[in-house]
């Protein structure tokens, strides 16, 4: 079943054949459980994320039109559970971009260079926290998951122009927050 594309597998659930639903799973389930883990903060909470979104997609894979890629969808309702799911507990909690610091922490970095390297995370992470939770979703999507504008744009059911000014008010806040901390 790996050769197939999404669009065969849909069809395939749609007749009937679970396995291929099991082989959507297989085909994103680390990109969702990402996804949800960078807008929410916590393995937990992503994996809780994650569940839900494949509890959904099973339910509404039937009635699936195609009408954008299953791609996109899959990752509108990972971002919309995720967000759901901050609302329902009123978690600010922060974003975990690791990455970013990864460098900083490198084997070669003496006792001093690493504690200035988790401080600076842990500044990053305040940074992120303080953003709006659009800002965030669109400072996720853009910078982590590398999506363009016009995708981000139609995952968030906005216009490409505001999904920009987003991310460009995300970044400006962050760089704003980490020179006021040093």
């Known amino acids: 079943m790996p050769d197939k594309t999404d669009e065969v597998l849909i069809k395939q659930f749609q007749e009937g054949d679970v396995r291929a639903f099991n082989e959507l799973v297989r085909r994103y389930q680390e990109r969702v459980y990402w996804i949800a883990r960078r807008i929410v903060g916590g393995h937990a909470d992503a994996d809780d994320v994650a569940q839900d979104v494949f509890i959904k997609i099973y ?3 039937k009635g699936f039109r195609s009408e954008s890629t299953f791609y996109t969808w899959i990752y509108r309702v990972t971002v919309n559970a995720s967000l759901n799911l901050l ?7 922060f974003v975990h971009f690791d990455e970013i610091i990864a460098p900083l922490l490198s084997d070669e970095a003496g006792p001093d260079e690493q504690l200035e390297s988790k401080e600076q995370k842990t500044l990053i992470d305040e940074a992120i926290a303080r953003l709006p939770e659009k800002q965030r ?3 996720v999507l ?6 363009p504008y016009e995708e981000i744009a139609q995952l968030l059911k906005r216009s490409v122009g ?3 000014a987003n991310y460009f008010q995300a970044v400006q ?6 020179k006021e901390s040093q």
Do not use: A
């Not at 609302?87 to 909690?93: G, L, M, Q, W």
């Not at 853009?142 to 999506?147: A, G, S, V």
């Not at 806040?173 to 980490?178: F, G, V």
């Open 87 to 93: 609302r329902r507990n009123k978690i600010r909690d």
């Open 137 to 139: 979703t669109v400072f």
């Open 142 to 147: 853009r910078y982590h998951e590398n999506l």
């Open 173 to 178: 806040k962050i760089s704003r927050y980490l």
């Open 162 to 164: 505001g999904m920009k």
């Open 59 to 61: 339910d509404s894979l």
